[in-house]
């Protein structure tokens, strides 16, 4: 029984994929390739050494995108966080800033950076910067007084009271934030590199149409990135169970 | 009324209070909370703090924490004035006050950094025992019941020794048969390290129970209404026609009869 449920999702998959080839088969057409066609799309990158290349690029780009982001914005807003006025102040700032999407700076991105690396790291530390600041403030706000409290009764300095109530205390809340901003990130990566690199997943996506109307090419790349998308989450989430950690996900 | 402080001649004062007054400013609009608060508590007292809820017995307890500065007036103790928290006065918030993070050893060690490490074993041992606590030591605060986490926070405080304590309504949120055991083990506790304690709480049977001086706050702003002597031995019968003389005494100072 355990076992069927488990499955349940594969046989699903299957099914799909199964109905997708027949659908494609009996209508033969350019709407879209079949799954065999996908697979060849793929066993064509291997053979050219480009799928292990573009997604190299494309990690690479997101590891000093969300990077940078993350060890800018992470500080800035826990201090911002903890100085109420300094929160006050800022708040409306970051507010406007948030909701313009990283990809409306592209233009800037290229005029500063040119065409290249910088331009798409740029990009992608601008989509995880302000909801990580954003993250990290309403960490801070959100540690009940208590907490606070405590540490300073047991007689902690300022130190010791960042390292062991108020970064324990935060911990919880930045790791769905850092896991929901990569998924951000992801995003961006394929957006900037579309326009502003030559290499990459987002490029493999615009070359495969430009090139030569290749939608095989097309569509491996899209299931490469949603499996690569999974697989990053799946890596954030498992941290979220390491136990000192998980406290605040099993508390009521 | 005179047996227990003849039964303690010669202890010192520990807590003094003088003149204390708290006003509150929110928007412009200012609410006075404390008024005139005088109280001194000699050296290894159990003192209640009761008086009807949000009466500012808590803001009080805050301030002589060292949490909150006073409008006006001074706390010392041993005759210094007080500045800020100190790890020598412990203050235990309800369950709450437990770090999530921490498993039940971790919470109890959280003090006692200073220690050599056999030296902070040995101190967490000894505490898991005394608040019930054994087989729990790597138990999380989410994987225990409210009374656990009350007495691991009882615990942690105990851990470094302190010269007081002071409990915000820590009973408050436990069931009733919880409250009672808590109570017996504080006392216990009490008897065994004569800790100076102050403890607010709204239940007037409760501070009967505990305390050597039940202090009677009046509703916001407060102000002393009444120091009530407890001078019954412990175990307290609380049926003995003493304890039912004191704690209607208090009833009637709060201005409520003590019929449901």
């Avoid at chain 1, 994929?17 to 088969?25: F, K, M, P, S």
């Avoid at chain 1, 960042?162 to 929901?180: E, F, K, N, S």
């Avoid at chain 1, 961006?188 to 615009?206: H, K, N, P």
Wanted: one cysteine or more.
């Amino acid at each position: 029984m355990n076992l069927l449920v488990r499955l349940r999702p594969v046989v699903f998959i299957a099914v799909l994929l199964v109905a997708w080839q027949i659908a494609v088969t009996r209508h033969p057409g350019h709407i879209l390739p079949g799954p065999w066609g996908v697979v060849g799309g793929i066993a064509d990158l291997l053979r050219h050494g480009l799928l292990f290349k573009y997604v190299v690029a494309s990690l690479f780009r997101v590891s000093w995108g969300f990077g940078l982001a993350a060890i800018l914005a992470i500080p800035l807003g826990l201090t911002i966080g903890w100085y109420r006025r300094a929160e006050m102040a800022i708040n409306p700032l970051v507010q406007v800033f948030r909701p313009i999407s990283p990809l409306a700076w592209i233009p800037l991105a290229i005029l500063w950076f040119g065409v290249g690396d910088s331009a798409s790291v740029f990009l992608i530390f601008l989509g995880c910067f302000f909801p990580l600041l954003l993250t990290a403030i309403n960490a801070v706000r959100n540690i009940p007084a208590v907490y606070i409290n405590a540490g300073r009764n047991f007689g902690l300095g300022p130190a010791d009271l960042v390292y062991r109530v108020l970064y324990p205390a935060v911990i919880p809340q930045l790791l769905i934030g850092l896991r929901i901003t990569l998924g951000v990130a992801w995003l961006v990566v394929v957006a900037a590199e579309m326009i502003a690199v030559d290499s990459g997943l987002g490029f493999l996506i615009v070359d495969a149409r430009n090139a030569g109307n290749r939608y095989d090419l097309v569509v491996a790349g899209m299931v490469i990135i949603g499996l690569i998308g999974l697989l990053l989450d799946t890596a954030m989430r498992s941290l979220e169970k390491v136990k000192s950690f998980r406290w605040a996900y099993s508390e009521d | 009324m005179a047996s227990v402080t003849a039964a303690t001649p010669a202890r010192g004062i520990k807590l003094r209070v003088e003149n204390l007054n708290m006003v509150f400013t929110r928007d412009g609009k200012s609410t006075p909370v404390l008024q005139d608060i005088n109280l001194e508590v000699p050296a290894g007292e159990f003192v209640c703090l009761v008086g009807p809820s949000g009466c500012g017995k808590s803001t009080l307890l805050n301030i002589v924490g060292g949490f909150l500065s006073p409008t006006i007036g001074t706390v010392r103790i041993d005759g210094e004035i007080v500045h800020g928290p100190d790890p020598r006065r412990i203050f235990v918030f309800q369950e709450r006050g437990v770090f999530p993070w921490l498993t039940v050893e971790g919470n109890i060690e959280f003090g006692l950094s200073k220690l050599s490490q056999p030296g902070r074993k040995q101190r967490i041992a000894y505490y898991v025992k005394l608040v019930g606590l054994e087989g729990f030591e790597e138990a999380y605060p989410s994987e225990l019941s409210g009374g656990m986490k009350q007495r691991l926070e009882v615990a942690r405080a105990l851990a470094v020794n302190p010269d007081m304590l002071y409990l915000d309504e820590p009973f408050g949120a436990l069931d009733s048969i919880t409250r009672l055991v808590m109570r017996g083990e504080l006392l216990r506790i009490w008897e065994a390290e004569r800790k100076t304690i102050v403890f607010v709480t709204h239940d007037i049977d409760e501070a009967v129970q505990l305390a050597d001086r039940v202090v009677v706050l009046s509703a916001r702003p407060a102000a002393i209404q009444r120091v009530v002597n407890i001078d019954i031995q412990h175990p307290r019968e609380i049926s003995s026609s003493r304890y039912l003389e004191l704690r209607d005494g208090i009833f009637q100072q709060i201005g409520l009869a003590s019929k449901v």
